[in-house]
């Protein structure tokens, strides 16, 4: 991991500085939600894998970091959203921003955000990049959308879950993934190995993260047991129905269905969902993308130079990034 | 009005295919409350714009209609935003969509709205079109705020109005009518005659909707002197502000910015404003737009046939439309 850890730590400074440019444009009311908004929050992982897909494709000049901040500025909204929607209280162990600001300034704050990611990709003057965007902001919506839609229940299966993160999450990392390869002007074929890495990289970051609801090493501030509690069905949850005896099935799917697991119940079946191997069979899961991601990058035809090299190692070593996160 | 009231009903069945098109894309989810929000509202001005501007040039297609119906998904996902952030009930006489359908599910029907419109647009392979509506959709959010960060102060007098009116409501109709010429294939000279007409029949439409505020034939739906409620600082408020003696300004002030009427005191205060004549004053700072836009249309260079001659006296009968409206 070296390559990958090294990458992010250098670049955090000027995606940075690109994500101040663009929240400098935000009015003076909601500016100060925004920063905290993206204070608060993580690695930069997105704008991150748009820089390293162009530098991958041999582009050197910086206005892509202009690019990965409008995908950074995109996600923060969500989450904005996602927390007014869920009534959280907290994002990373930090009071939820809506808390701290008010659900109206929250919810206009989002709204500037998303609409000056959407100026700053139609002043490229090239609609693919506008295209990518808006795709992943109807992906990520749908994907949404049909998680709360799906709440409680478990008949469409794994199926079913594999549509929803596809949308809420592998979307927007592949829209990331893409602007990047289009900033380098990338021919058809590498387009869609890009492509294809950013959403089977997506599907696992989502997947892993499923497993980590039930960690003891879960250290992103969420309590253990969200999706448990939510009734979201994610793989470690299926594979623990799939466990159960028909009898204790039925009494489980009815609780998970209304929604009524107790806080003694909740850290019984996640203490049994982490005893059962349940997380180690997600994480395989979560391999299986994680391989293809690796596959798709593999397939790339444009000859790298040092410094494409480079990238495509760090690129490489996102997947196992993505494998060992804990947070 | 024989023109363009008779283009207004002609047109609607069209108009309203279109935006049934749209909305057909949106996920089952959302889609019954984007339906109910957009089945409640209006007479289609903006998209009914679109259409007529691009017709003022010559433009004889039918795919202008997709364009109008992108303006009025935006229009009406905003007033979702609006009813959610002022915690209205109704809409037009009819249940708010957030009430009907809760917040989270509006929420995220807003949010679908306006990627679809997006999309849409990113279809059309020119980034024109896109920059048209994002430059909408951040006046439209800056002027919203502006309009809160304002609400109890009348320091900025009716030049701060004037600012909010411009981003809130004159930027989304000055975008409709621009995004028919660019459909139209305008010249520079005849774009800015239709941006500018559009631009100030906005502003002379939020300012007449400022005076139907205190208005007796008010037919909206709404309760009268709902500014005052707001201490929303509108014209007829500011020219009432204006006749007051020292001793008694002093005391509306206050009370203004404190938002401390009381329903009795709305009814006096409403009526002294209709006693007035504060609205009629209000209505003509609005000529003066109305005025602004007319001469902009008869500054159109391109040689118009008999149907575009048709379309450009809809328009200019557009003017005493948004003069005489009383909903």
Known sequence: MRHFAAFLLR?????????????????????????YALSTGGKRLRPALTVLCARSLGYSENDVYRLGATVELFHVATLLHDDILDNANTRRAHPATHCKFGVPRTL??????????????????????????TSAVIGTADGEIME?????????????????????????????????????????????????????????????????????????GKPEGGDLRESKFTPPIAY???????????????????????????????????????????????????DAASLSLRSLTAPPDKHAEKAREALAEAVAFVRDRTA
């Not at 039925?250 to 996640?270: K, N, P, W």
Request: proline share 3%; net charge negative.
């Open 108 to 133: 206009l704050s989002a709204d500037a955000m998303v609409a000056h990611a959407f100026r700053t990709l139609s002043e490229t003057n090239d609609p693919r990049f506008m295209r990518c965007l």
């Open 240 to 290: 623990y129905v799939e466990s159960l005896s028909p009898e204790k099935r039925r009494s489980f799917l009815a609780r998970f269905a209304s929604r009524s697991f107790s806080d003694t119940e909740i850290r019984t079946l996640v203490k049994e969902i982490r005893d059962g191997g349940f997380q180690e069979r997600t994480l395989r899961l979560a391999d299986a993308y994680l």
């Open 148 to 220: 709360i839609e799906a709440q409680g229940s478990t008949s469409g299966g794994l199926a079913a879950y594999t549509t929803i993160i596809e949308g809420k999450t592998a979307c927007l990392l592949r829209a990331a993934c893409e602007l990047g390869a289009l900033c380098a002007g990338a021919a058809a074929s590498d387009l869609t190995a890009i492509s294809d890495y950013g959403r089977n990289l997506g599907m696992a970051f989502q997947i892993a993260d499923d497993a980590l609801d039930f960690s003891l090493e879960n250290t992103t």
């Open 11 to 35: 670049e955090q400074p000027r995606i940075a500085e690109a994500i101040d440019a663009l929240t400098a444009k935000l009015p003076g009311y909601v500016r100060p939600a925004a920063v």
